[in-house]
């Protein structure tokens, strides 16, 4: 008997695949694209960094940085609409299926969606010559990490919203200033003094801090297990927060 | 099937279900009647085992929801008020998706899917998606999915709200075809023919209490008289002619359009009313019915 938590995986693959080929070119071609462009042409003019040509330097930012991106746009409108337009998680809840199921089925999905995302970059970016270390292999499960790190508590934060105008602000005053302060296009000393501990708050950090100490071989700026560390607490406080925000959604 | 005794949902300071008293039997089916807010929803989220109940004591399939409701849910269909199907599964795949839910093996899965798609008359839609259906099509697909795990107790709130006549039709037939097979059906419906048609006992609430219970016929012989008369006086103010009426049959009731005449016989009602020398514009002489119940028992109509 598969347990209800495959169930709810089931379901988000069934409806993957009907809709896969709209999201491959925003979660896959698209940072590729960016690569080229940033990695390649702006390269050029930068010369090295940290001793590695800086196609090499960013391919771990952007690595991170689009699996943050999935993840963090996969738990936005899907999971409002879920509750408002399509309430299948109504649905769910009416049968044996419990919320801690429903929420788990979905850290899976996005922990695979994730997971595969970053090993078909992986694949490619080898081709560019910009991996120098064996461990590269270890990237995509930073990314994984990072993807349950930043998907568990937007979908709570979908689930407590009433409006979803605050997706609005969550991408223009979160995500963006994490994506673009996080070293990922540029080290994290390069910031003033001040916003340094603003962006190691950001969950992206130190995805792309252990992404860089896999693709390059080189040294993580805290042990590797501390930042490890930070990335699942993220995950399990987003996770009891998304529990919460779900129980009182679905069971009042 | 379900026992409840003092049941009462509150939301904050709000009570929606103020204490109320139920049990239902196997085989039975069994409907809620009452107006938007009555808190039929809100009785039948908890006797769904999705939200707990405030007070009183419920017992599902002799469970108590608190502390058995996964295994509960393993045995209950449910249809919802709002269709939670999934838009862009096609009509199959929401039905098989959801088996596995109740831990259905994929195979089952299919099995079940053709066999539900054949009694909800949705077999040749079965590879369409969702959103071109039409309404009455959606809500057959809803009762199809409830029925998947072949639950001992169907629930269905407000099965055929807003569907055209043609299609509550084909839904009340299908419902009946359950009947008969001995599903135990609770349903919440603000239709009365839909009560007379599908219930054997119903409750009547109001305000979150059950004001009434009985057979569809028992309500109306102790509510009603057998025939009711209906008059009409064009746009005049009609509280001048209940004087007039005063006596005739068994009750009077005055409402904003018409007069209504409760009498065991509705056509000597009808000329007692022409001999007082009283003519309005129009008589109608009918059967009682369930919205007459409701009416005496609230003071209103059902449906405005
Ligand atoms: N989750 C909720 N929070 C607050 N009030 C609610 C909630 N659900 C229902 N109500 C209120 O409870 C009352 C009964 O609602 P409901 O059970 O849906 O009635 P019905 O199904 O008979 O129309 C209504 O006044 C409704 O506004
Ligand atoms: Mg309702």
């Known amino acids: 008997m598969a347990h209800p938590t495959v169930a709810v995986l089931e379901r988000h693959l069934t409806l993957y695949r009907r809709l896969w080929r709209a ?7 698209l940072p590729v694209l960016f690569l080229l462009s ?11 960094v940290g001793g590695v040509s800086y196609l090499a330097w960013i391919v771990p930012g952007v690595m991170a940085s689009s699996a943050f991106q999935m993840a963090a746009g996969e738990s936005t409108y899907p999971v409002f609409g879920d509750f408002r337009w399509t309430r299948a998680y109504h649905a ?24 595969v995302n970053a090993l078909v970059f992986l694949g490619v970016t080898a081709l560019f010559g910009a991996l120098h270390s064996p461990l590269a292999v270890l990237a995509p499960l930073a990314c994984g990490l990072l993807g349950v790190a930043v998907s568990a508590p937007i979908t709570a934060f979908a689930a407590t919203i009433g409006h979803d105008s605050y997706f609005a602000l969550l991408f223009r005053f979160v995500m963006m200033p994490s994506t673009l302060f996080a070293g990922v296009f540029f080290p994290l000393e390069q910031l003033p003094d001040w916003l340094e501990p603003v962006a190691m708050a950001s969950p992206l950090w130190h995805a792309v801090e252990l992404c860089r100490a896999a693709t390059l071989g080189a040294a993580t700026a805290w042990p590797a297990w501390l930042h490890a560390a930070y990335l699942l607490a993220w995950a399990a406080g987003g996770f009891a927060w998304a529990v919460r925000a779900f129980r009182k959604r679905l069971e009042d | 099937m379900i026992y409840a005794r003092g049941l009462v949902k509150r939301f904050g300071d709000f009570t929606a279900v103020d204490g109320i008293d139920l049990e239902v039997a196997p085989g039975e089916a069994f409907g809620f009647l009452g107006p938007n807010g009555a808190g039929k929803s809100s009785t039948m989220r908890m006797i769904s085992c999705v939200s707990l109940p405030t007070a009183g004591e419920l017992r599902i399939l002799g469970m108590d929801p608190a502390r058995d409701g996964t295994r509960i849910r393993g045995r209950l269909g449910v249809c919802p008020q709002l269709d939670t199907l999934d838009p862009d599964l096609n009509v199959r795949e929401n039905l098989t998706t959801y088996a596995r839910y109740f831990g259905i093996s ?21 590879a369409s998606p969702v959103e071109p259906l039409s309404g009455g099509m959606k809500r057959r697909l809803t009762i199809a999915r409830a029925l998947v795990n072949e639950p001992d107790l169907v629930l269905l709130d407000e099965p055929t709200t807003g569907l055209d006549p043609q299609a509550r039709h084909l839904l009340w037939e299908r419902l009946f075809r359950l009947k008969q097979r001995g599903t135990t059906l609770v349903l919440t419906t603000h239709y009365m023919d839909e009560a007379e048609q599908l219930c054997d006992r119903l409750v009547v609430m109001d305000g979150g209490r059950i004001v009434a219970e009985g057979s569809p016929r028992s309500l109306i012989e102790t509510y009603s008289t057998p025939e009711v008369v209906e008059l009409r006086f064009g746009l005049e ?6 004087g007039k009426l005063e006596g005739i049959g068994e009750r009077l009731d005055v409402l904003p359009d018409r007069i209504l005449l409760y009498a065991p016989d509705g056509d000597g009602a009808a000329a007692e009313v022409h001999r007082r020398g009283v003519n309005p514009s129009s008589v109608l002489v009918r059967r009682s019915s369930l919205e007459d119940v409701f009416l005496h028992l609230t003071g209103r109509t059902l449906v405005d």
Not at chain 1, 23 to 29: A, D, Q, W
Not at chain 1, 95 to 113: E, F, N, S
Not at chain 2, 237 to 242: P, S
């Open chain 1, 23 to 29: 999201s491959v070119f925003g979660s896959f071609v």
């Open chain 1, 38 to 48: 940033i990695g390649v042409g702006v390269g050029g003019y930068v010369g090295d």
């Open chain 1, 92 to 115: 769910a809840r009416a049968t044996p299926v419990g919320v801690p199921d429903i929420l788990r089925g979905w850290m899976l999905y996005i922990l695979i969606r994730v997971l």
């Open chain 2, 106 to 126: 994929r195979a089952e899965a299919r099995r079940r899917a053709d066999e539900l798609l054949e009694f909800a008359r949705l077999t040749e839609k079965a």
């Open chain 2, 237 to 242: 103010e009609l509280d001048g002619y209940a």
